[in-house]
């Protein structure tokens, strides 16, 4: 079942301007992942963050978690042309059978130059 | 560094025809292996995934299997494709402690 759910599912927004991606889920988790992929590309790991975090940073992502809400946001800041891709959240949650992520169906971010 | 291959990049492939995809890991090892499809326009969804030679895990019945003959090799199969079938189909590994997962290329499979 969809474990992680993203909104919007499509975003554009001008060059420099910050991007805001939101991610839902259903149970609870062990930790949250964001990814990004390019069009016809595999997936790069941008950050995780564990269940008992709250806020994450790397370079000019934010991570968010509430786990309490059960969501999480990501933040771009100064967005470039270079972000146009879709991001996912991803779920990982131990003993429910599966070692695999659960993965939303994404936002499409456009950056306008 | 770790690296992952997969192959071929795109396929086109009759219904009914057999379907054999590969994926290796260089630079690390017994790494967790999964296979996911993407269909268009959404996510990903985990079809199998493998914690050892061997060893796997098949999150969704289909016609579709999984086998791990070698440490770094995962390989994806059918032997009859079905219309449903087409997708972008992604390799990716995990160490066995870590959680975050690396993803190969991709392979674009048509079936038609």
């Known amino acids: 079942s969809q474990q992680g759910e993203e909104d919007p599912q499509a975003l554009s927004i001008q060059e420099g301007e910050n991007a805001t991606m939101n991610c839902s889920y259903k149970t609870s988790i062990n930790n949250l992942q964001w990814y990004r992929q390019n069009s016809g590309r595999g997936l790069v790991h941008l950050i995780l963050i564990r269940s008992n975090e709250r806020e994450k940073h790397s370079g000019r992502l934010r991570v968010t978690l509430d786990t309490s809400k059960k969501s999480s946001s990501l933040l771009i800041t100064a967005s470039r042309a270079a972000d146009t891709a879709s991001y996912f959240c991803?779920?990982?949650?131990?003993?429910?059978?599966?070692?695999?992520?659960?993965f939303g169906k994404g936002t499409h971010l456009i950056i306008q130059p | 560094s770790q690296t992952i291959h997969q192959w071929p990049a795109t396929l086109v492939q009759p219904v009914g025809s057999p379907l054999s995809l590969e994926c290796t890991v260089e630079g690390t090892s017994n790494p967790n292996l999964y296979w996911y499809r993407q269909a268009a326009g959404r996510g990903l969804q985990l079809l199998f995934y493998?914690?050892?030679?061997?060893?796997i895990s098949s999150e969704v019945p289909q016609n579709l299997s999984a086998s791990r003959p070698q440490d770094r090799q995962f390989i994806l199969s059918s032997k009859k494709l079905l219309l449903s079938d087409s997708g972008f189909y992604l390799c990716a590994w995990s160490a066995p402690w870590g959680r975050e997962q690396y993803f190969g290329p991709g392979t674009r499979l048509t079936v038609t």
């Open positions: 493998s914690v050892g030679i061997g060893q």
């Open positions: 991803a779920t990982f949650y131990s003993g429910g059978g599966a070692d695999g992520l659960t």
